[in-house]
């Protein structure tokens, strides 16, 4: 499942990722916060949107995304 940069409201149009919480091949439940992003207004946390194992982080700390952008790849994992 790809993660993608959501529209965050009110923040203009692009966002720093500032961490990660997750470490590439670390896993993480659904809800809990994958990574920080920081925008010129604000500081949002992104939450997974399935549990699963963090297989690759597309963008790194300090890189510039764009809403729609690919973050990061989570392999699903129902059974955690």
């Known amino acids: 499942m ?3 940069l959501p529209e965050l409201s009110g ?10 919480h ?4 670390g896993y993480v439940a659904k809800d809990d916060d994958l990574l920080e ?6 500081t949002f946390d992104i939450p ?3 549990s699963g194992r963090l297989v ?3 963008k790194a700390k300090g890189e ?10 989570i392999e ?3 059974d955690r």
């Open 2 to 4: 790809q993660i993608k």
């Open 64 to 73: 510039k995304v764009f809403p729609g952008d690919v973050l990061a790849e």
């Open 11 to 20: 923040s203009g149009s692009d966002a720093v990722i500032t961490m990660w």
């Open 37 to 42: 992003v920081v925008t010129d207004k604000a």
């Open 48 to 50: 997974a949107p399935e």
């Open 76 to 78: 699903e994992n129902r």
């Open 56 to 58: 690759k982080i597309l």
């Open 22 to 25: 997750v470490p590439a091949e």
